[in-house]
T-cell receptor, first 114, second 113 residues
Framework: DTGVSQNPRHKITKRGQNVTFRCDPI?????LYWYRQTLGQGPEFLTY????????KSRLLSDRFSAERPKGSFSTLEIQRTEQGDSAMYLC????????????FGEGSRLTVL | ELKVEQNPLFLSMQEGKNYTIYCNYS?????LYWYRQDPGKSLESLFV?????AVKQEGRLMASLDTKARLSTLHITAAVHDLSATYFC?????????????FGEGTQLTVNP
């Protein structure tokens, strides 16, 4: 399977704990995006990388959130001191510079904070 | 800030009927995308519209883009149950660092037999 891969698919945690999600993009794609989706809403942009550089962060991304893409391949999204409001589906997507701009999404990582 | 609005947000229709979903956006862009999402699943790309007047068709779905009106439509012809899903439009906003997609709230479509 050469699509976008995310894990874990589902994480249940207690408030105050840290969680980390991983995303492996389509191998030839140099852009990687993180979005958050809550029930009944469209995906909301969080951040994006071109290669290893983090080029934009949404103001939705509080100080408790950090994303990395150390070698320009896979990416991690860490949430520290989780809160119940962080419960959502975290979607990763990738695309190629110079292409039509279409994003290819992974299956998502669902976070439940108790 | 770019706003993307879809209507209707909920659509219940009978098999065999036609209907149109509308997507309005608030700032200049000439790139618009339609995605489908099934419950509990991720987003599947349906259409990529890259210029004013672009029209794409796949099966019973047809999408069009009018950049002057800042409007895209997704037309459903002779709906079947398999089309039941949530449909999102997304607009590409060019920023200094590149581009990113801003999504509408989605239209939840239910096709009844």
């Amino acid at each position: 399977d050469t699509g976008v891969s995310q894990n874990p698919r589902h994480k249940i945690t207690k408030r105050g704990q840290n969680v980390t999600f991983r995303c492996d993009p389509i191998s030839e794609h140099n852009r990687l995006y993180w979005y958050r989706q809550t029930l009944g809403q469209g995906p909301e942009f969080l951040t994006y990388f071109q290669n290893e550089a983090q080029l934009e962060k949404s103001r939705l991304l509080s100080d408790r959130f950090s994303a990395e893409r150390p070698k320009g391949s896979f990416s991690t999204l860490e949430i520290q001191r989780t809160e119940q409001g962080d419960s959502a589906m975290y979607l990763c997507a990738s695309s190629q510079t110079g292409g039509p701009g279409e994003l290819f999404f992974g299956e998502g990582s669902r976070l439940t904070v108790l | 800030e770019l706003k993307v609005e879809q209507n209707p947000l909920f659509l219940s229709m009978q098999e065999g009927k036609n209907y149109t979903i509308y997507c309005n956006y608030s700032t200049t862009s000439d790139r618009l995308y339609w995605y489908r999402q099934d419950p509990g699943k991720s987003l599947e790309s349906l259409f990529v519209l890259l210029s004013n007047g672009a029209v794409k068709q796949e099966g019973r779905l047809m999408a069009s883009l009018d950049t002057k009106a800042r409007l895209s439509t997704l037309h459903i012809t002779a709906a079947v149950h398999d089309l039941s899903a949530t449909y999102f439009c997304a607009v590409d906003m060019i920023v200094t660092s590149g581009s990113r997609l801003t999504f509408g709230e989605g239209t939840q479509l239910t096709v009844n037999p």
